[in-house]
Structure formats: structure tokens, C-alpha cells
């Protein structure tokens, strides 16, 4: 390597080292968007998560309720057919 090849090494490399950094910045960039729509994702996951717990426990209530209609329904029909009982 000569002295005149210095200055144009020196050039090339500071050129490298800045296009280096640019992507670096941009896949830090990336990273944090991508760690926000996950955040995101997982807060929506959650709501719904949270919804689906609701209906479920309105349905086990309605549920219930049907189970003891149903019975009060069988005993009366029961003792309907068994009135001596």
C-alpha cells in the first residue's frame, strides 16, 4: 500500500462505517416497531382473552339456570306421575 492509496482507503472505510451505521440505526429502528406491534398484539390477545372469560361465565350462569328449570320441570312431571309420593 502507498501513501497516495491512504487518503482513498481512509475515504472508502469512513463511507463503509456510515453505511454500517445507518442499517444498524435501521434495525434498531425495526426492532422497536416490532416490539411494539407484539405489545400491541399481545394487549388485544389479552382484551379478548378477557371477553371470551365474560361470555363465559354469563353462559355457565345461563346454563345453571336452564339446569335448575329443568329439574323443577322433572319434578313436577314426576310428581305428576306419582302423586301418592
Known amino acids: 500500500?502507498?501513501?497516495?492509496?491512504?487518503p482513498d482507503r481512509v475515504t472508502r472505510l469512513e463511507a463503509l462505517a456510515e453505511t454500517t451505521l445507518l442499517a444498524i440505526q435501521q434495525l434498531a429502528l425495526q426492532q422497536r416497531e416490532m416490539q411494539k406491534n407484539l405489545t400491541d398484539s399481545i394487549q388485544d390477545l389479552l382484551g379478548m382473552m378477557s371477553?371470551?372469560?365474560?361470555?363465559?361465565?354469563?353462559?355457565q350462569s345461563e346454563i345453571r339456570g336452564l339446569q335448575r328449570e329443568n329439574r323443577q320441570i322433572l319434578d313436577i312431571l314426576l310428581n305428576r306421575q306419582n302423586p301418592d309420593t
Open 1 to 6: 500500500m502507498t501513501d497516495s492509496n491512504l
Open 51 to 59: 371477553e371470551q372469560r365474560g361470555e363465559m361465565a354469563e353462559m
